[in-house]
């Protein structure tokens, strides 16, 4: 007999092919008090997934698979051929998307009446078990979680921008999700979708846990609302309890331009990360400037097109950078941004061109005719702060794999975490310091309404410095003063960085 050993949990776990011996010897084992903590399973080497566990006060035949666990019964109901028949029978349910409940409870009253397997079986199963195809189900139902999934998908992303879909999608996409990914909608329940939202908590910050919980709520809203035939989520809107206590607060962290520069010097320098031999792309690192010495958002970005970049009039050397309304961020009424960008900017950029690609974008990926992502930027943040990237689901058979050890360079470094959006509010704060708040306002492409305090002065400093639209001069004079500031505090940095790799025993 093979030795017991403990599985996940506090059972203690022994694989045998099961007799009627282990019956009589859990039973013994409950009459004498002698169950030791929890409990015990017997593992079925006879019948894979019949587990017999042992409790305290009970035993029960169990079928676990890889979508759900299934109580066949109490021990003393079911023998051992008739646990095994019922869980070769429930596994076939499961297949079909049918939760085998009914089925085993005619099952059980059928043995009561007679001790023959097979025509208890008859009574209970159905002869001919039919497992429909994805595209019937999908089409007819009962959806899956991962029905519903890429159905809700399918349908929402090319509604959404392109900058926006890959982080939409993600949420719906954690590892935690796994658990019910094969579970029929119908047989979901809040407490099952709270165990899979403390999952992704353990993978994942809070706020990223709180998207996962609003976008699987409206991803059941969806499908309640437009396809509660396929999805059999039945009359009442469950989910509507389902929730995580979260409240988003606002950010208020500015780096310094040290912080900044320091941060630049380091992506510079470390351009391979973790275990991994790839380098981080020269448009990625390009990319990174360009968040710091414009402060733009990194979604339009990331995706400058060389085509809308123009001289400016009446500053030689000097550029404009323009997109689009659909590029920018707005809303529902978004409006074009344009920004003007001084020879200093172009030279440090002009350091990570390739001479060799043909991509359209200013900022080309690593991946042929794409542009760098805000993903790729925060990216690349995360993993100077030595954030380790999720593994990615293993196939059948394999292990997950651990998570990529990286050394936090910030913390190293003295540098307090800081996202992209942060370079906006450390480029407005040195504008204001600088008297030029309306120039950062016009940069940052800030709309100003009636509650908005600061509209009227904002508005009044625009119409005297620039009365068009795009306020070019204005915006100029506010990048004259950053890009200067960023650059000299990035070469300050690299030059304190290359005296400490020279000290004895640095590295």
């Known amino acids: 007999m093979a030795k017991a050993k403990k599985s ?11 007799t009627a011996d282990h019956t009589k010897k859990a039973a013994a084992l409950i009459a004498a008090g002698k169950v030791e903590g929890r409990g ?6 006879g019948c894979p997934g019949l587990i017999l566990r042992v409790t305290p006060l009970s035993a029960a035949w169990l079928l676990k698979t890889e979508k759900a666990t299934v109580r066949l019964g109490d021990m003393d109901a079911l023998p051992v051929a008739a646990a095994r028949e019922a869980a070769l029978r429930s596994r076939l349910a499961l297949k079909d998307g049918r939760h ?18 097979a025509t208890a079986a008859d009574a209970a199963f159905p002869d001919e078990v039919h497992t429909p195809s994805d595209a019937h189900r999908r089409k007819h139902g009962p959806w899956t979680w991962e029905d519903l999934v890429d159905e809700f998908l399918a349908a929402q992303l090319p509604k959404k921008k392109a900058s926006w879909a890959p982080q939409f999608e993600r949420h719906l996409r954690y590892r935690g999700f796994e658990a019910i990914r094969f579970m029929p909608l119908c047989k979901l329940d809040v407490e099952t979708l709270e165990r899979v939202r403390d999952a992704i908590a353990d993978e994942v910050a809070i706020s990223s846990v709180a998207r996962a919980v609003n976008q699987t709520k409206a991803a059941l809203d969806w499908a309640w ?3 509660r035939r396929q999805s059999r989520l039945g009359a009442v809107a469950w989910w509507e309890s389902f929730d995580i206590e979260y409240v988003s607060g606002t950010r208020d962290h500015v780096p310094t331009l040290a912080e900044l520069g320091r ?30 010495l414009t402060a733009q958002r990194t979604g339009p970005l990331g995706g400058t097109r060389l085509d809308r970049i123009i001289p400016m009039p009446d500053r030689p050397g000097w550029q404009v950078w323009t997109w689009s309304a659909d590029d920018m961020k707005g809303g529902k009424a978004p409006r074009p941004h344009a920004l003007p960008i001084p020879p200093a900017a172009i030279d440090v950029l002009a350091r990570f061109e390739d001479p060799d690609t043909d991509s359209p974008y200013l900022f080309p990926s690593r991946m042929d ?6 993903e790729g930027i925060a990216g690349l943040l995360d993993r100077l ?7 990615r689901k293993p196939g059948p058979g394999k292990a997950t794999r651990a998570p990529t050890p990286r050394t936090n360079l910030f913390e190293r470094h003295g540098i307090r975490p800081w996202v992209p959006h942060d370079a906006r509010r450390a480029l407005g704060s040195f504008l204001d310091d600088e008297d030029l708040g309306g120039a950062a306002s016009a940069i940052l492409a800030h709309k100003t309404g009636k509650k908005d305090p600061e509209h009227a002065r904002l508005e009044d400093v625009t119409r005297k410095v620039y009365a068009k639209a795009q306020r070019l001069d204005l915006k100029a004079r506010g990048m004259e003063a950053w890009v200067p500031a960023v650059i000299a505090a990035y070469e300050r940095e690299k030059a304190a960085l290359d005296r400490a790799a020279s000290r004895p025993g640095k590295r």
């Open 8 to 18: 996940r949990g506090t059972y203690l776990r022994e694989r045998v092919r099961l």
């Open 369 to 374: 005719r794409r542009h760098v992502t805000s």
């Open 100 to 117: 085998p409940g009914e089925d085993l409870a005619i099952y059980q009253q059928a043995l009561q009446h007679t001790d023959d397997v």
């Open 263 to 292: 941060t630049l010097a380091l992506a510079e320098r470390h351009r391979v990360l973790g275990t991994t031999r790839q380098e981080t792309t020269p448009g990625t690192i390009a990319a990174l400037w360009a968040t710091v």
């Open 385 to 391: 702060q030595g954030k380790s990237k999720p593994s």
């Open 225 to 227: 609302r437009y396809k």
């Open 40 to 45: 015990l399973e017997f593992a079925d080497a």
